[in-house]
């Protein structure tokens, strides 16, 4: 089938395997921990060092994936991602495997959006970019509905195993697809780090506000509502197939607002959802604010990396994402091992703080898209 695939669909394609495997690992990742008998805050640190790992290397990589290609970058995330689940999921060198696996998803973060620009012409950048991240999220409906129930039948301690095969299909459909992509140019940094960082800012700062809380939703609603991990499961799986969905209606919007006024406008709308999924006492409204929340927040995101696009030259991509990855990830990490402490002293009652502080760094990021963008001049 890959044979007759364009090679911006085979990428397509090759993102939604992965990412099935990468929701069953991020969604059930807690629970994996917590069987293995780790406490609450040092499932925090662990989700910290995920990562950690990728803002360690960020520099590096900024610099290797230009030379090396696009291609054997891929090719080096694959088998990191496939090593790391293996002695993770069998819990042997856990912390070193979770450094692993975040590497693997540093290469990918680096690699991924600057190879779609490169296969996806200017005008079709926001469609396609929709479409691989509409189907990459809805592989959440299907990986962490079987991920639950998986846990229910075997226990948590196994689940992680069952994402190595999604891993090593998704590598057959990028074998080969254009060679000599990306490769060989010097990456152009120096000058233009301010640029980056006004691009980037309204980005990590709702990066810290999500790591306060998101990490750790699938225990907050199995702990408030005494959810087993099936139902737990089922939840988060309708959430990933909203947020799809409204990746896939993005281009419409953005036809009607623009790029710029379509990421402001679905972030906006997602707030009063958030305060509904912190503060409300009823699950089934809690599960649809859920829903509503992630579909409008993470909508927006594909919009952004085609937009960015406009503004960094070729070269400069791989560093631009990697650094992107390396910020949000640092505060993100940050605020997840800072929400650890908290519930480790506070218990629930802890998400009443940590659900305000999400909501004020979410409104502060949303109002800083204007200026973000604004006066920069375009270079594609």
């Known amino acids: 089938m890959g044979e007759r695939l364009s090679p911006a669909h085979r990428l397509v394609l090759a993102s939604f395997l992965w990412s099935f495997g990468g929701n069953l690992v991020y969604f059930f990742l807690n629970f994996h921990l917590e069987a293995l008998g780790f406490s609450r805050q040092a499932i925090g640190l662990a989700q910290a060092v995920v990562l950690?790992?990728?803002?360690?290397?960020?520099?590096?990589?900024?610099?290797?994936?230009?030379?090396?290609?696009?291609?054997?970058?891929?090719?080096?995330?694959?088998?990191?991602?496939?090593?790391?689940?293996?002695?993770?999921?069998?819990?042997v060198l856990v912390f070193p495997s979770l450094a692993g696996y975040g590497l693997a998803g540093a290469l990918l973060q680096g690699t991924a959006a600057p190879l779609m620009a490169r296969l996806a012409p200017p005008e079709r950048r926001v469609a396609l970019f929709s479409l691989q991240a509409a189907l990459t999220t809805a592989s959440g409906f299907f990986s962490t509905l079987l991920a639950g129930y998986l846990s229910d039948l075997l226990g948590a301690r196994w689940v992680l195993l069952f994402a190595l095969p999604f891993f090593l299909l998704s590598f057959p459909l990028v074998r080969g697809l254009s060679p000599g992509t990306g490769e060989g140019k010097p990456p152009r940094l120096w000058g233009r780090v301010r640029v980056w960082l006004r691009l980037l800012l309204p980005q990590v700062v709702i990066g810290f506000g999500a790591g306060l809380v998101i990490p750790f939703l699938n225990l907050f609603l199995k702990e408030k509502f005494g959810l087993s991990y099936g139902a737990t499961g089922l939840v988060f799986a309708l959430s990933s197939l909203a947020t799809g969905a409204a990746m896939l209606l993005q281009p419409l919007l953005v036809q009607r607002l623009g790029r710029l006024g379509a990421i402001v406008f679905v972030q906006a709308l997602s707030l009063p959802f958030l305060t509904a999924l912190a503060w409300a006492p009823w699950l089934p409204l809690v599960t649809l604010a859920l829903l509503i929340r992630g579909a409008l927040m993470n909508a927006a995101g594909p919009v952004y990396a085609a937009l960015v696009m406009d503004y960094l030259a070729e070269e400069e991509r791989p560093g631009f994402f990697l650094l992107e990855s390396a910020l949000w990830s640092l505060l993100f990490a940050l605020a997840s091992a800072l929400s650890g402490a908290v519930q480790e002293a506070l218990g629930l009652k802890a998400f009443d703080l940590l659900f305000g502080g999400t909501l004020a760094l979410y409104t502060l990021g949303i109002l800083l898209w204007p200026w973000a963008f604004r006066g920069l001049e375009r270079v594609d």
């Not at 090396?68 to 819990?91: D, N």
């Open 52 to 91: 950690l790992s990728g803002v360690a290397f960020a520099l590096p990589l900024a610099y290797l994936i230009p030379r090396l290609g696009y291609l054997k970058s891929l090719y080096l995330s694959f088998f990191l991602a496939v090593a790391s689940g293996l002695l993770l999921g069998l819990g």
